[in-house]
């Protein structure tokens, strides 16, 4: 009888991210709904040669019923050329809009969409994903719609209505020349990000900049925070970028101000939390101010946002939800 299920990573340790759930020390929503499978394993890798690393362990990988990954697409390459592989392989769709985006048309693209086609299924975060992947040729019966989900029991639940308007995010999706632009004269500031996003950008020396924080540190400057400000480009980063940290500020009950983006939509967030258009720090401005002058409206945002996040945007629910396809 074949093993249950199986997720890849790559990247940062989950080992030691497993471990730091246990313990508390961090949140665990980017085990993707591993710790909600009683009889799931994982192998993780990272560097450039962790698609070699996969391929060594095919046959372990084949031993699987089920695989959960947003990587290793060369292993599922090979399988799909193999009939008598039967694992079920289910891929958690991060970025593959993007991906497709940036490949021209001609064999590599063809042989990619082939092997998601062979796919069980294809978990995608936004109903922009699934239209755009149909749009590049993948076929819309692989495809289905995931809520994202943080980790609701991580976080404080009761806003504490602090003084900082924090703006956190590390991808390339971000735009912090807007934010820069529209809080400008103001108090009380914190950015956390990749040292990437700010280079070329003029700092005011009042505002305070952390990079490569621990989930420990970060929490404490949620716990600081009047409110969550995301901005975001109109097209780049992730292909919902600025999710996580929307999700993870609404866990917190911290009142969020986001640019308009598809996955936004998607989520219904409007009347949740202030949408924005990309690229207006004038309008950006006037939602920060409107939030910085009215506790009464910072505290309904921060009970709807609590609320959102307990009903649908967690891990358990998106657990669940992957359960479906099991």
Known sequence: MKNKILYIY????RKKL????QEGASPDTMLYGFNHFKDAEFIESK???ADLFFMSRLFYIASFEFVISPVAIPVLLVFSFIPFIKTKWIVFNINLVHTLNRKKDGFKKKLLIRVLNHSHRILCLSNFQKEALIRHGVSEEKLEFVYFGVDSTYHDSVYCGGEVILSVGKDKGRDYKNFLGAISGLDNVSIVTSKRNLEGLNVPRDVSTYFDISNSELKKLYQKAKMVVVTLNKDG????????????????????IVSDRKWVRDYGLGGIVKVVSPGD??????????????????????????????????????????????
Do not use: F
Not at 18 to 21: H, K
Not at 289 to 318: A, F, P, Q, W
């Open 281 to 326: 720090p004038s309008g950006l401005r006037k939602e920060i101010d409107i939030l910085n002058s009215d506790i009464e409206l910072r505290k309904r945002m921060s009970i709807l946002g609590r609320k959102k996040v307990l009903s649908c945007y967690n891990t358990t629910h998106m657990a669940d939800h992957i359960k479906k396809y099991l």
């Open 47 to 49: 560097g450039r040669w």
């Open 10 to 13: 790559s990247g940062g340790s």
């Open 237 to 256: 980063g992730s292909d919902c970028s600025g999710q996580t940290v929307v999700l993870d500020a609404m866990s917190n009950g911290i009142p969020v």
């Open 18 to 21: 497993i471990r730091e759930v």
